[in-house]
């Protein structure tokens, strides 16, 4: 069970919208960044968004970010065939016992 | 460019040792924080352990905490995973990647496969 919650699955058709959620708890999301990563079948991740709501270079403004509260979202417009991906939310967790990374466990997109 | 190379990758039987390599390039890695991360057959991908620019604090998530070791050698921009007592559940691609200005994990190496099996 993973610390951040996605949903696993979700899908919409070649040029719409689709969401993915990412919610937490105080101990991560309520007091830090989030990031958002894309990994493409048989590839390494890639970062899609930063700091909440950033793009880096490279990344088409498509793809945004929002973050309120314990909660985070990942929003990807235009969709494209090649969108087909797993997405998952990341961030730093600061519990009373440890500091450690976590991550959600990923949301699968298909583009239908 | 920001280049990462994970080797040492293979099939490990239980209960032996294994050590993976990340070499790195295109950035000042004795700058940098770092970190493993997995991603199982089927599964999501699972954070494993930091380690930060100057080596001196270590975060690890606990499915392996005290059988792998995270470590750096700076001045050969490398960085590290000791895997002692690997399981079934191990086998995996393991991922280097670094730890970004902004509370992010942000470039990522290509991966190398572990197979823990007799």
């Known amino acids: ?13 070649p040029g719409q919208k689709v969401t993915i959620s990412c919610s937490g708890s105080s101990s991560n999301i ?17 970062l899609l968004i930063y700091e909440n709501d950033k793009r880096p270079s490279g990344i088409p403004d498509r793809f945004s ?3 309120s509260g314990t909660s985070a979202t990942l929003g990807i417009t235009g969709l494209q065939t090649g969108d087909e991906a797993d997405y998952y939310c990341g961030a730093w967790d600061y519990s009373l016992s440890a500091v450690k990374w ?4 990923g949301t699968k997109l298909t583009v239908l | 460019q920001v280049q ?15 050590r993976l390599s990340c070499a790195t390039s295109g950035f000042t890695f004795s700058s940098y ?10 599964k999501g ?41 690997p399981r079934a559940e191990d086998t995996a691609v393991y991922y280097c990647a670094t730890d970004g200005p902004n509370y992010n994990i942000d470039n990522w190496g290509q991966g190398s496969l572990v197979t823990v099996s007799s």
């Open chain 1, 30 to 46: 309520g007091n830090t960044n989030v990031s958002w990563y894309r990994q493409l079948p048989g590839t390494a991740p890639t």
């Open chain 1, 65 to 67: 970010g929002s973050k």
């Open chain 2, 45 to 85: 991908l699972e954070w494993l352990a930091f380690m930060s620019f100057d080596g001196n604090t270590q975060y690890y998530t606990d499915s392996v905490k005290g059988r792998f070791t995270i470590s750096r050698d700076n001045s050969k921009n490398t960085l590290f995973l000791q895997m002692n007592s």
């Open chain 2, 4 to 18: 990462l190379v994970e080797s040492g990758g293979g099939v490990v039987q239980p209960g032996r040792s294994l």
């Open chain 1, 1 to 13: 069970q993973s610390v951040l919650t996605q949903p696993p699955s979700v899908s919409a058709a």
């Open chain 2, 33 to 42: 924080g770092m970190h493993w991360v997995r991603l199982a057959p089927g």
């Open chain 1, 102 to 105: 976590v991550f959600g466990g």
